[in-house]
């Protein structure tokens, strides 16, 4: 079992992330029928974020960039523990040490071992907008492509997305700066949800 999660380690490692996703471009979580928009106080957009960079676990930058995304990791893995009352089995070093190796510690199982887990290997990446639970998601992950950031405002949906895929998607998609998606080849769009479609109108 060791040598698997080495395996997987190094196969993440190996995969191009060069965006960050920093907790204070979000606005403050409002909750409006059902409908959730993440803030930056919310726990729901602090696991959208860890369990994001969880996916994507290679990132390049200044020194200053690389240490400031691991305070930040640290910070939402105390948070994470925290809400699992788990907090106290665990100390800086294994946090610190769980920020950079997250696949050394079973502290992230639920965030693995999903039914339709990313690809090992692959060469394009995608942004999952109106996402659902889902469903488009899963040919192009079949395809072998990546999915580096998703979007969904319903509450529900985006439950079952992280029973699917072990990512909790990010809230209403007009409250996030552009500058924040991170870069992707192939952008996916669930109907019928943009403003062009009936749904959407209404």
Known sequence: MCNFVRRKAIIMAQKEYKDEL????????????????????????????????????????????????????????????????????????????????????????????????SPKHYEHTFIDLFAGIGGIRIPFDEMGYHCVFSSEWDAKACQTYFANFGTVPFGDITKIPAERIPKHDVLLAGFPCQAFSIMGKM
């Open 22 to 117: 920093k907790l204070d471009a979000f606005p403050e979580e409002v909750t409006e029928g059902g409908i959730r928009i993440y803030g930056e106080t919310s726990y729901e957009n602090q696991i959208a974020t860890l369990s994001h960079y969880l996916h994507n676990t290679d990132f390049e930058g200044t020194h200053i960039e690389v240490q400031e995304r691991r305070n930040e990791m640290m910070a939402l893995i105390r948070e994470y523990l925290e809400h699992k009352n788990q907090l106290q089995y665990y100390s800086d070093e294994d946090i610190a040490f769980a920020a950079e190796n997250p696949f050394e510690l079973d502290m992230f199982r639920e965030f693995y071992e999903v039914p339709f887990p």
